[in-house]
């Protein structure tokens, strides 16, 4: 993963956007972008780029199908079938059977299939192109290649945001890339990078370290691990989709925000009006509306927000824990039907909010339910504070660790918006001083983010899963 990421940065990406400045023509430009994410895809995953053109084939094949009026909604059936059995063998296979053996006393052999890479990705973008068909939001593309640029763009391939087809079918088509969009862009992407390495991998040590084995943890050690997850998690994914949005600009493409600030949410519902938005909205176009939304009575609404979260959490990985991840959000959104929680003080939904948070994110992070309760059970009520135990919660806390946790906590908050604020106010000298300030950080972030890649330091992919 280090070799991968610093043959990106040096040699793939630069060469990349040279070729994609130098190419003239929008048709040269696309097929470079497609090359490359093929190339891309492939130096993880050599044998699933298969999967990822024949689905992309099957799709492009159905949305030129339902453009014909035709048994059009026998074709779109076709291909939800199609795209989540693909999903059902490779990611929730082994599951279902796992569930079947234990339940019903069968025997059944696990599948034991490899998960490909961002699987759960492209095949939302897929169901997004032939859904937009079929809605009539878009004409069906005749170019194979055009949709199989969109599915396979390698910006946001792996790791999202999920773009829907809707979004960028003109840019696919017709975009420009500014001087000005390049730096904004670039600075966008040193921004994501150094979210990744300099924080989520820091937070990332110390979450392993206390995961390994839950049982030696007090309260102090748990809660520690939680908060150090809840960073991770945020830094990680958000580090990612400011990457891709950064890439996107630099190509010329405008995806839609991913992340806002999450943790200032004062309740559930406003935490997935800002916590990955390009999934959340997903599920809202595509499937809650689609069940009813809340047109069809209060049951249905909550019966319908509890499918969405259900299948939310199934999207995020193929075990229990996910399962009841979703189900405890889906839960506290139907609570706060009931409960008028913004009424409550500001700080108090806020704490609120951040604690069901904090603590259905153990289960996200867990590997079973059996740990997820282990470590909960210790935040609540594990008091001991022994000189062997404290060592357990002392060991991770290097300078690094809380170096990183401090910029965590302060950035999570909206920060550089403030301070943006306070600079509008300024005079234009103020201003392009901040501005030229703001760009030299950017760079230097980047070379101390390639700095810290070159020394070997950890480096997990949370999303490789999705």
């Known amino acids: 993963m280090v070799f991968s990421s610093l043959v990106f ?74 795209n989540l059995g693909i999903l059902g063998i490779f990611k929730y296979a082994d599951m279902f059977i796992d569930g079947a053996n234990m339940f019903l006393g069968m025997s059944i052999p696990p599948l034991g299939l490899a998960l490909p890479i961002g699987i759960s990705f492209f095949t939302f973008q897929a169901l997004s192109y032939v859904i937009d ?84 943890l007090n309260a102090l050690a748990a809660w520690m691990a939680a908060i150090a997850y809840m960073l991770q998690i945020y830094f990680d994914f958000s580090g990612y989709s400011d990457m891709a949005i950064g890439l996107g600009h630099m190509f010329g493409f405008h995806f839609k925000e991913n992340f806002n600030y999450p943790y200032v949410a004062t309740s559930i519902q406003e935490f997935w009006h800002r916590w990955h938005i390009s999934l959340s909205t997903w599920f809202k176009e595509y499937l809650y509306i689609p069940l009813g939304g809340n047109r069809r009575g209060h049951a249905r609404t909550m019966l319908n927000k509890l499918t969405v979260f259900v299948l939310c959490g199934l999207w995020h990985g193929a075990s229990w824990t996910f399962v009841l991840w979703g189900l405890i959000h889906g839960g506290f959104l139907m609570l706060e039907q009931a409960v008028p929680v913004k009424k409550l003080p500001r700080w108090l939904s806020h704490l609120y909010c951040l604690l069901v948070v904090c603590l259905a994110f153990v289960l996200f992070r867990a590997d079973t339910l059996a740990q997820a309760g282990e470590v909960i059970s210790h935040m609540l009520w594990t008091w001991d504070f022994s000189p062997s135990v404290m060592l357990v919660f002392m060991t991770p806390l290097t300078p690094m660790f809380l170096g990183s946790l401090v910029l965590g906590l302060a950035f999570s908050a909206p920060v550089t918006q403030w301070m943006s604020h306070l600079i509008e106010a300024k005079t234009s000298k103020v201003q392009s001083a901040w501005q030229i300030a703001s760009y030299g950080g950017a760079l230097v972030l980047m070379v101390f983010s390639i700095t810290v890649l070159s020394s070997g330091a950890y480096n997990p992919f949370i999303y490789f899963r999705f």
């Open 133 to 216: 068909v079929y809605r009539g939001e878009v004409a069906a593309e005749k170019n194979f290649a055009v949709v199989l640029l969109y599915v396979s763009f390698f910006p946001q391939l792996i790791a999202g945001p999920i773009v829907k087809y809707h979004d960028i079918t003109q840019e696919l088509r017709n975009r420009s890339t500014t001087p000005e969009g390049v730096a904004l862009g670039l600075r966008r992407f040193c921004v994501g990078l150094a979210k990744k390495v300099l924080i989520a991998n820091a937070m990332a040590v110390a979450v392993d370290y206390y995961f390994s084995d839950p049982t030696r």
């Open 9 to 82: 940065l040096s040699v793939f990406l630069p060469m990349v956007f040279l070729l994609h400045q130098a190419f003239p023509r929008m048709a040269a430009k696309n097929a470079l972008l497609l090359v490359a994410s093929l190339l891309f895809y492939s130096y993880g995953e050599p044998v699933y780029v298969l999967l990822m053109i024949a689905s992309t084939l099957c799709n492009w094949l159905a949305g030129l199908a339902i453009s014909r009026r035709s048994h059009r909604r026998l074709f779109l059936a076709m291909a939800v079938v199609g």
